[in-house]
């Protein structure tokens, strides 16, 4: 089942914490919304699950206009961020409960609840109450609690965001997998643009209220819409320069500005920390200076910190395994920076002038 | 007996002559202020003998009579400040409103002001010559001096202890249990009978039983109220000062060890709840995660 919420405006006092909003998950899609707390994102989730009213807009599931209908009647599964289990009741009851609201017989809800235990792999656990499992069995309760009413759409608010890293990354995978065995429209509020990434189709960047990108994470991460997308989606290094003749100029370095650009007075190269090369000599006439800070080999990748005089910046910078190994910096050494790809920004404002 | 000094101070630092010397007057205050009232209480309503003592106690119509007043004056306050309790609680945990905090600090007035000013100031508002009096009156309904005037005066001193228990367990608790029973399917009373009561049924039982224990002692509100008219509106603590005052001092006391015994017998509900919630969180362990 599709889900569309049109133009949505919520506030909370003088905070506008949506606005003017539309958004579409389309039938059988995991869509993640991404944002940074405060941007909106769980407020737009609880407003289509019906836990909050909208000032103004429309709230569709399918077609059906339901903005007005109460959360009971919506068919929504919602998971909470702090799993919300009944603390009272065993893994078992806690599964049934929304079968026993509906008054199902007791064999059915039996039969149920040991397939569920057996779709979120916690068969055996049926008699222990939530304050005896883990934080990962406890999310697994609760989203099987969610998938035993057999809802229209599933709704995650920060899933995994209680959770240690190592769990959170294996329940993530998890996620993916069961979305592909049960086909329910799912769209889930996260902070981590990973975890957004690795799990959804589609993800929704947000910020104030607002929309700042759609897309498949490739679409996303390849070629985000503005600076705060790419700032958002992990660490960049920032060169201020201006647009001249289809050229971004910064200092010495020059990088080619996306077609057809106008001159822009000031403009921002952004380049991530894996689009920049360190050799011991100038790659070209356009390689920085810079001088080693710190160098923070044990990872996928080495992480090295280094500075630039002439740019008056701090630059990050990721090497491979492979060229660390070749190339082995030390702190405080002097080597040379080659950005190989930038991302150019110039305000929309500046075109006019 | 070493908890208390690993807890807090370093035991190294405090002298232990010191830490002897504190709660031997700790149990000095308690031995003089309660332990020997207590025993007194009960030695001077024996002091005639056990027939006397049954005979003032359980078998005099007035002090029966008290002892049904206390009863029933106890067990409807109570009741109301259960549903009160409740309400406010929920109304106070889970929604912001204009005037919440101002409501907050209002439920604990009962507790700062003297219950001879909630008399004096219920007398004024329902007494004969009072603000509502003559409406009352021209509808036939009394209050002042009589049974619902002492239910009215125990309400208002007992209202805090069931509201108080609550409002910090279910502000901690937090809504989302309840959203998540409503995104369900429940409706809202199946949401506060299957989740919200059962959540927070011990902090409920715990108010029930300081309110009882507070509502079966009530003196001051209820003195101004009632008349004081012996086998009609004189409940046991009234009647323990009245036959006190009659110089029938194993009367006196008779009635109060059995009131005493009452506030004894709560005091040991809630000891033995608080030994029971206890036993009962620390059973489940994370074994096997």
Known sequence: ?353 | MTEPARRGFSRSREPAWLKWLLIGIVYLIVVVLIIVPLLQVFSIALSAGWNAFVQKALVDPDSLHAMWMTFVVSSISVTINIFFGVALAWAVARFQFPGRTLLISMVDLPFAISPVAVGLMFMLLFGRQGFFGSTLEEWGIEIVFSTPGLILATTFVTLPFIARELIPVMEAIGPDEELAAITLGASGWQMFWLVTIPNIRWALLYGVILCTARAMGEFGAVSVLSGKIAGSTETMPLRVDKLFHEHDEPGAFAVASILTLFALMTLIAKAALEHWVLASIKKPDADEL
């Open chain 1, 1 to 353: 089942m599709s889900i569309r919420v049109e133009q949505v405006t919520k506030r909370f006092g003088a905070f506008t914490a949506l606005d003017r909003l539309t958004v579409e998950a389309k039938g059988g899609e995991l869509l993640a919304l991404l944002g940074p707390s405060g941007s909106g994102k769980t407020t737009l989730l609880r407003i289509i699950a019906g836990l909050e009213h909208a000032d103004e807009g429309v709230v569709r599931y399918e077609e059906e206009d339901v903005t007005g209908t109460h959360p009971r009647q919506r068919g929504v599964g919602f998971v909470f961020q702090h799993y919300a289990l009944f603390r009272h009741m065993t893994v078992f009851d806690n599964i049934g409960f929304g079968m026993r609201i509906r008054k199902e017989s007791r064999q059915v809800i039996t039969q149920r609840v040991r397939e569920l235990l057996h779709l979120v792999r916690l068969e055996g656990l049926e008699n222990r109450f939530p304050a005896q499992l883990s934080g990962g069995q406890r999310q697994r309760v609760a989203l099987a609690r969610a998938l035993a009413v057999q809802p229209k759409v599933l709704l995650l608010d920060e899933p995994f965001g209680a959770l240690d890293a190592k769990v959170r990354q294996e329940l993530r995978q998890w996620l993916r997998q069961l979305h592909d065995e049960v086909p329910i429209t799912t769209i889930f509020v996260t902070h981590d643009q990973e975890e957004a990434f690795e799990v959804a189709d589609r993800v929704v960047v947000m910020k104030s209220g607002r929309i700042e990108q759609v897309g498949s994470p490739q679409e996303v991460f390849d070629h985000p819409a503005n600076p705060f997308v790419m700032d958002f989606l992990g660490h960049v290094n920032v060169f201020h320069g201006r647009v001249h003749d289809g050229k971004m100029v910064a200092g010495g370095i020059e990088f080619n500005a996306p077609e057809n650009s106008a001159n822009a007075p000031n403009a921002t190269a952004y380049v991530r920390p894996h689009d920049v090369d360190l050799t011991r000599i100038p790659e070209s006439t356009e390689s920085i200076r810079v001088k080693i800070l710190q160098i923070n080999p044990a990872g996928a990748v080495a992480r090295v910190r280094c500075y630039s005089e002439e740019f008056g910046i701090t630059l990050q910078i990721d090497l491979s395994r492979d060229r660390y190994l070749a190339l082995k910096p030390v702190a405080g050494e002097e080597l040379f920076a080659s950005p190989r790809h930038a991302r150019i920004f110039s305000p929309k404002e500046d075109y006019s002038i």
